[in-house]
Nanobody
Framework: QVQLVESGGGLVQAGGSLRLSCAAS????????MAWFRQPPGKQREFVAG????????NYKTSVRGRFTISRDNAKNTVYLQMNSLKPEDTAVYYC???????????????WGQGTQVTVSS
C-alpha cells in the first residue's frame, strides 16, 4: 500500500503561484509513476501533469504546459507541482496519484491522496 498526502493548496490571485506537495509513505516510491489530477467544480477529474518512475520524463496537459512544473524528490518520497501564472480556470481540487505507468486516465492509478483545494480569483 502507498499512502499519499497533499498539501500546499489555497487561495491566490490570478497571475500568482502555488506549490503543491504530495508526500508518499508505504511501498518504495521511486519506481512509481506519479501524477497530478484536478477536478473543477461540476466537472470530471482530469490529468494535469505526470512524471515517470525511475526517470525525470514528464507529461503535461496542454493548457498548463509552460506554467506548471512537476518534479519529484525520491529521497524525500515527495512529488511537487509548481504552478505559476495561475488563471481562474485552474480552480479545482488537486489530487496526487500513483501508479505503475504514466497514463492520463485516472482509472490507471492505484493510489490517491485526499485532495487539496486551489482557488484562483480574478
Amino acid at each position: 500500500q502507498v499512502q499519499l498526502v497533499e498539501s500546499g493548496g489555497g487561495l491566490v490571485q490570478a497571475g500568482g503561484s502555488l506549490r503543491l506537495s504530495c508526500a508518499a509513505s508505504g511501498r518504495p516510491f521511486s519506481s512509481y509513476a506519479m501524477a497530478w489530477f484536478r477536478q473543477p467544480p461540476g466537472k470530471q477529474r482530469e490529468f494535469v501533469a505526470g512524471i515517470r518512475g525511475g526517470s525525470d520524463s514528464t507529461n503535461y496537459k496542454t493548457s498548463v504546459r509552460g506554467r506548471f512544473t512537476i518534479s519529484r524528490d525520491n529521497a524525500k518520497n515527495t512529488v511537487y507541482l509548481q504552478m505559476n501564472s495561475l488563471k481562474p480556470e485552474d480552480t479545482a481540487v488537486y489530487y496526487c496519484a500513483g501508479g505503475v505507468v504514466l497514463r492520463v486516465s485516472p482509472e490507471d492509478y492505484d493510489y490517491w491522496g485526499q485532495g487539496t483545494q486551489v482557488t484562483v480569483s480574478s
